[in-house]
């Protein structure tokens, strides 16, 4: 079994840029790692290995142009009790990109996270309320995403890309 998750996963350089948003701020909770930041695309939760590779398989997964996200808010979500980026806009190729994911998921017989989509980058949890603030826009732009897999140790979540798929340009 594997706990398991599609997600847009920015290059390191972006993850610094998403990551140095909450230092300035005072974060008191439990600040995100920068190799875990992540967007989620669909989050499918524990699944076993025949599934799990059979996804890791799958060819041009879904085929939609490269985009970009820019993330220009910082929001408190009460109930997650998380402090996360926000884009203001998100661009058609996004939206098109985490619905073929969940036809793909759907056409496997998988289950999965059917809640709207929220696309969001996740900074702190066990956040304090902070009122929601503009940050410098953070635009990232996006050609590939991952299936990752989501290992809790000790230390906190560990994340692993098992595969990477290109997005046509
Ligand atoms: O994208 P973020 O970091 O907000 O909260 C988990 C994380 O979200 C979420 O999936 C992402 C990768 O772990 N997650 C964890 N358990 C979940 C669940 N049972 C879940 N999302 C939906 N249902």
């Known amino acids: 079994m594997a706990r398991l998750f599609f997600a847009l996963y920015p ?12 230092p300035t701020d005072g974060a008191r909770g439990r600040v995100i790692p920068a190799d875990n930041l992540h967007v989620t695309l669909a989050f499918l939760g524990d699944v076993d290995a025949t599934a799990a590779d059979a996804l890791r398989a799958l060819q041009d997964a879904v085929p939609v142009p490269p985009f970009e996200l820019c993330f220009e808010r910082l929001v408190f979500w009460e109930r997650a009790r998380a402090r996360v980026l926000v884009p203001e806009a998100v661009p058609p190729e996004a939206e098109c990109l985490q619905a073929g994911i969940r036809r793909l ?22 956040a304090a309320p902070a009122p929601t603030r503009p940050v410098t ?33």
């Not at 290059?11 to 909450?22: N, W």
């Open 105 to 126: 998921l759907t056409g496997q017989g998988l289950s999965f996270d059917r809640r709207p989509w929220n696309p969001h980058v996740t900074l702190e949890r066990r």
């Open 11 to 22: 290059d390191a350089a972006a993850r610094a840029s998403l990551a140095a948003v909450l």
């Open 137 to 169: 826009p953070i635009r990232i732009r996006f050609d590939d995403y991952v299936l990752m897999a989501s290992e809790t140790r000790p230390e906190g979540a560990v994340y692993r890309p098992l595969a990477r798929w290109r997005l046509p340009p």
